[in-house]
């Protein structure tokens, strides 16, 4: 018999990762703040649950993917969170981008209660959440891993093991530093090639044909030249990951003055009214700043 599964958070990635656990033949409970997004779910053959209290009282593992630290704790902790709610030795696996503090924590008071926190952030978009080709970072106790991998194992394509939930966190959080750094090079690169009377196109085959080749900037660039911000990852969110990577950085002493100049820049589009659009919207920022616009030639 298959294990019951738990899914809180049905986002445009939450959504996709359990609508894959419900096709590969799991029973789902699911609970997100607005049940309206749960619908194609419910209608798939999801249980719909009134809290994330009763989604973990109906299942062995819980999965969660949430939009930042303060939502993980409040589904987790809160009145009606997952830890009331969840049986003594079941898991709750959390996949969102939080503070290393918070996911230490929570590893901390899951173990007091005899249950496990595991914590998976990933790395990908809706494509490779919709494929099962997600790159995974799991942090936690070995013994509820083996237990939870055939899952995982739907959902990505390959996983990095972590003996503490707070590793698997920084790990998310650099390569998140990453994508914030490609993403405003890429912004800055297209503004200036517009400015110089330089083709974008040209430069991104150029790019394309060298050792700087990287897909990233191969499909925001095209989506940037093509005027579409149509949100795989928002705006608002990366600048939150962004003030989570400084805040850390702080913490353990490690200086990080690239990411700040990537946070004054997302904060500024943020201020624009991007916050909801994909994060390669933060051309626009430079692009108003240079009195121009990137776009096909």
């Not at 083996?146 to 990505?156: C, K, M, S, T, W």
Request: hydrophobic share 40%; charged share 20%.
């Amino acid at each position: 018999m298959k294990t019951s599964i738990g899914f809180v958070g049905l986002g445009l990635m939450g959504d996709c990762m359990a609508a894959r656990l419900l096709n590969a033949g799991y029973k789902i409970s699911v609970f997100n703040r607005t049940k309206e997004k749960a619908q194609s779910l419910i209608a798939s053959g999801a249980k719909w649950c009134e809290s994330p209290k009763t989604v973990a009282s109906q299942s062995e593992i819980v999965l969660s993917m949430v939009s930042n630290s303060e939502a993980l704790l409040e589904i987790a902790t809160g009145k009606e969170g997952v830890l009331h709610g969840l049986r003594e030795g079941n898991i709750h696996i959390d996949m969102s981008t939080v503070s290393p503090v918070v996911s230490r924590q929570l590893g901390e008071e899951y173990a007091k209660k005899k249950c496990s926190f595991l914590h998976s952030p990933v790395l990908g978009s809706v494509p490779q959440a919709t494929d099962g080709s997600l790159l995974l970072f799991v942090g936690g106790r070995d013994e509820p891993f083996r237990r939870a991998e055939d899952v995982l194992r739907i959902l990505g394509s390959k996983i990095w093991r972590f003996d503490l939930p707070e590793q698997a966190s920084h790990t998310k959080l650099l390569c998140n530093l990453f994508i914030a750094g490609m993403g405003t090079t890429l912004a800055q690169a297209l503004v200036y090639a517009t400015k110089a009377s330089v083709n974008p196109e040209t430069l991104l085959d150029i790019i394309s044909h060298s050792s700087l080749s990287a897909p990233m900037y191969q499909t925001k660039g095209k989506s940037i030249l093509e005027r579409n911000f149509t949100p795989r990852f928002f705006v608002e969110h990366m600048l939150k990951d962004v003030n989570l990577i400084l805040e850390s950085g702080r913490t353990i002493n490690a200086p990080l003055p690239t990411a700040r100049v990537a946070e004054e820049l997302f904060s500024a589009a943020v201020r624009a009214g991007y916050g909801k659009e994909d994060y390669s919207a933060v051309v626009k920022v430079v692009e108003q700043q240079a009195g121009a616009e990137v776009k096909k030639q």
